[in-house]
Each structure stands twice: as C-alpha cells, then as structure tokens.
C-alpha cells in the first residue's frame, strides 16, 4: 500500500470516518451491545429506536452532538432516535432490509463489522498464543504445495508418506503407547483463534452481499437510461452476475455454501460441535457455549442473505424484461378498444365516408397468395437426429442387472483381488485384470463395482479419472471405466 492510498481511505473509507465522528464514544459501543452481546443479526425498527430511546434518556448533559445528526433542541427521544438510526444508515453504519411484511429492519454494515473486528486486536489479551496460528500457516503452505503438485511421482510420494505416518500413529496405539493430546492452553489458543475466524467469515458474507448490491443498483442506473434498450440491460445484468459467481471470492463462497448446507457437512458439523462441547466441559475450559452452538446457525443465516440479495437481482431483472411487454400489450388493448367504439358508432349509419378513391385499376399481388394446384402436397416427413450424450455407465448397480451378471462367482473374483494385493498396497482394476485375465467380458467388469457396496472399506473409486481395460485378448476392444482402487 502506498501513501496515496492511504491518504484515499482515510478520506473515502466509511469504517475510517465512522470512527471520527463526533458520537462515536457512545454510539459504537451502543450498536456493538445491541448486536454483538445479545448475537443480533437483524433488529426491527421500532425494537432499535425503543433501544436507542432508554439509553439516550440515560445520557447526561453534553454527551451527544445534536448538530451532527440534524437533532434540535428540547426534542424527545423518540424523535432523537429515529434521526439517529438515519443518520447511521447514510453513514453507512447500518443497512436498512425491509422484511416480507415491509417493514424495515437494521443489520450492522460491513464497515462496521470490520471496525468491531479491528478493535477486538486492540485489546490486551493476557495470554498471546503463536503455536496455533503458526501450525495453520504451517499446514497452509502444505496444502498449497501439495495439491498444486502436477507430478505423478512426487503426489505418490507424497502419499505413501501421509500413509506412513497414519500407519506408525495406529501401530503405536495398538502397542498402548497413549496418543498425543493438545494441552489446556493448546485448546484456548485454538479455540480463540477459531472463534475470530468466525466472525472475520461473518464479514466476508456482508461483502459478498454488498457486491449483489453494487449489481442491483447498476442494473437501476442502466435502466434508468433512456438510450439503453432491454436487451442491453438484461445482457450487462448476466454479465456483471457471472463475472461475481466466477471470480474468486464468488467461487469460494459457493463452494463454502455448497459444503455447508450439504447433508454431510452439516452431520460432521455437528458431531465436531458436540464433541468439542464436551471436551470443553470435561476440562473445565471457559468458553462461550452458546456461541458455539449457533455458529452453523448464525453462518446459514448470514448466507442466505447472500441468497436472498441474488433473489432480489433476478426479481428486479424480471421487472425489467416484463415492463416493456406489459405497457406494449396496454397499448394494444386501447388501440382495439377505440376501433370498437368507432364501429358501435357507425353500425346505424347507412353510408359510411370511409374508403379510398383510386382513378385507375391497381394490380395486387399477394404475397402469401396460395395458387390452385391439382396434385396433393406433399408432407416432408419429420426427420429426428439422435441426440449426442456421453459415454459412461453413471449406475453400476443397475447396469449389472442389465447384463446378468449372476452367473459370475463373486467369491472367485475377490480371490483373484486378494491374490493381486498380497504383493502390493494398492491395485487398480486394470492390474487386477491383467494379472488374473478376463474370462467373462463386460460382465465380469462390471460386477467387480458391486465389491464398492460389499467391501466399502477396501475398495474406492477415484472422482474425475477412467481407464481403459481390454476385454479381448488380441487388445483390439477397449472400454473406458471408472478409476477403481483396491486396498488391502
């Protein structure tokens, strides 16, 4: 960052100027206790002007500036209230929602949010925890670098180290040697620093909501254009929402959210949460249950606001794409109304002036003038083109029953997998065949997926990789499967 830049935020930045005004003493720790004490994410109106109403009937003389909100002297709270809230809107450190109902609701602004997290670092903590923080760095790095690793050879590597290390932890607990436990004071570090985490997430989703904002208001301002016509608007709508979704932040926030509402994800969130629970009873830590009870809960409320921000955009480009059609339709029916009217006021008249007078004969050709023809037309007959799909088997199970595969042994086939795997760790189906040879064909392929539901444990199958497996002994026919790994 250079000084110019700082010098640009330090004038422009909401977060910045909300912390020089000249309320800020009282009003900042204020919304701080109605939101973050009391984990409020959204507070009606007439709730935050009662709120706002009893403490400001606690201030004393001199505590509020009254110019800097347009406040007048000797008027009520109430009314001071409600001239605060919107001020703090046009500020920025709120954001007003109306609700289903509509009426108006308040959440904190990111701004806001950013300014509570930074004054969170600036209070002293009497015990400053670094092994934490530097095992995460740690395990970054090696995340990075090892799922970045294009080399076949090195991510093998890789692995059987990762299995190494899995295999000399099993074989010590088998031994009765105990497991290494994270201490008490190991637990508080981690635990304070998983709970920022969850906030500084909390402030992601606010920007990430601020950014369909930015869309929905340019979507407004295009409109409002006259020389912009439908299609262009509908055509920058798409594209400012697709360059959201595929940059990086809307792609990690889609694949947070996927994962977060996904049945499985929300199983091991709370089997996790449960057992950290007790592991902080247990130990007679200190900690905010409630707050760790309601993570998930306060992240899906959070996102869904990102949803319901998307929701609104599409409404609104609906709106648009409607309106032109509705008032041309509007249009239409006036224009048929009037003839209508012309036509009831001339039905008695005898003579209508109405017509056109031509001096000489006029040639008319019609365009569409069907001419006599003696022979039947001839209907074309309707051709349809098989439709292009992939090839692949998507359910082994059912394609299995397809081919019959009940007169293959089963058993027999497991045997030749455990002959294959006695001098190995791992092998691929493609190995197992060329050990043992192929004596039914597909059929026989095909049911060695069916050990994926018997001998889950053992056998996996690789996402996003196939390979090819003769199925004739002169290695002229091939089919392409899904990668399947066997284990012993």
């Known amino acids: 960052m250079k000084k110019e830049e700082v010098a640009y935020l330090f004038s422009s930045s909401p977060a910045l100027q909300m912390l020089r005004l000249r309320n800020a003493n009282w009003v900042l720790p204020f919304l701080y206790a109605v939101f973050k004490e009391e984990n409020r994410f959204l507070v009606p109106e007439q709730q935050l002007v009662q709120l706002l109403a009893e403490a400001l009937s606690q201030h004393t003389e001199g ?29 920025r450190l709120l954001q007003d929602l109306p609700d ?29 925890g670094t092994e934490s923080r530097f095992r995460l760095l740690f395990n970054s790095l090696r995340d990075i670098v090892e799922n970045t690793e294009d ?4 991510k093998l590597e890789i692995l059987k180290n990762r299995r190494a290390e899995i295999d000399k932890e099993i074989k010590a607990i088998e031994l009765g040697i105990a497991p290494d436990r994270y201490t008490n004071a190991q637990v508080q570090e981690r635990l304070e620093l998983f709970t920022r985490l969850c906030y500084e997430l909390v402030s992601d989703f606010r920007e990430v909501e601020d950014n369909f904002k ?19 608007i509908v055509g920058f709508a798409f594209e400012a929402y697709d360059a959201l979704r595929n940059s990086n932040q809307g792609k990690s926030f889609y694949a947070f959210w996927d994962f977060l509402i996904s049945r499985a994800g929300q199983e091991d969130w709370r089997e996790l949460t449960d057992g950290l629970l007790e592991l902080l009873q247990d130990r007679s830590i200190e900690a905010d249950e409630t707050f760790l009870q309601n993570i998930k809960s306060m992240l899906l409320q959070q996102g869904k606001s990102v949803y319901d921000a998307n929701d609104k955009m599409a409404e609104k480009l609906s709106r648009i794409i409607t309106e032109k059609e509705i008032a041309r339709h509007r249009r ?4 048929i109304s009037n003839i209508k009217e012309l036509v009831f006021d001339l039905m008695e008249e005898e ?10 004969p006029v040639e008319i050709k019609m365009a569409m003038e069907r001419k006599l023809a003696t022979e039947p037309r001839k209907t074309a007959a309707a051709i349809k083109q098989p439709v292009a799909t992939s090839e692949g088997v998507s359910d082994p199970e059912r394609f299995s029953k397809l081919l019959n595969t009940s007169h293959i042994d089963k058993k027999r086939l497991w045997q030749k997998v455990e002959q294959v795997l006695q001098h190995k760790q791992t092998a691929t189906l493609k190995e197992i065949i060329e050990a043992t040879a192929l004596e039914n064909g597909i059929a026989e392929i095909v049911t060695y997926y069916g050990f994926l539901r018997d001998k889950s444990s053992r056998v996996q199958i690789i996402k996003n990789s196939t390979e ?21």
């Open 63 to 91: 505590v509020e500036d009254l110019e800097e909100a347009r406040i007048e002297f000797g008027e009520d709270e109430e009314s001071r209230s409600r001239k605060y809230i919107i001020s703090w809107v046009q500020k």
């Open 100 to 128: 289903a109902e509509g009426n108006t609701q308040y959440q904190l602004s990111s701004h806001t949010e950013k300014v509570f997290q930074w004054m969170q670092t600036l209070q002293l903590r009497q015990f400053v």
């Open 151 to 154: 080399d076949r050879v090195k």
């Open 214 to 232: 930015q869309i929905h208001r340019a979507i407004v301002e295009q409109h409002t254009k006259a020389e912009q016509n439908k299609g262009a």
């Open 332 to 335: 239409l029916r006036q224009q």
């Open 351 to 360: 003579h209508v002036p109405c017509g056109i007078a031509i001096g000489e």
């Open 468 to 488: 090819h497996i003769a199925i004739n002994e002169q290695q002229t026919k091939f089919v392409e499967v899904p990668y399947l790994l066997f284990s012993k």
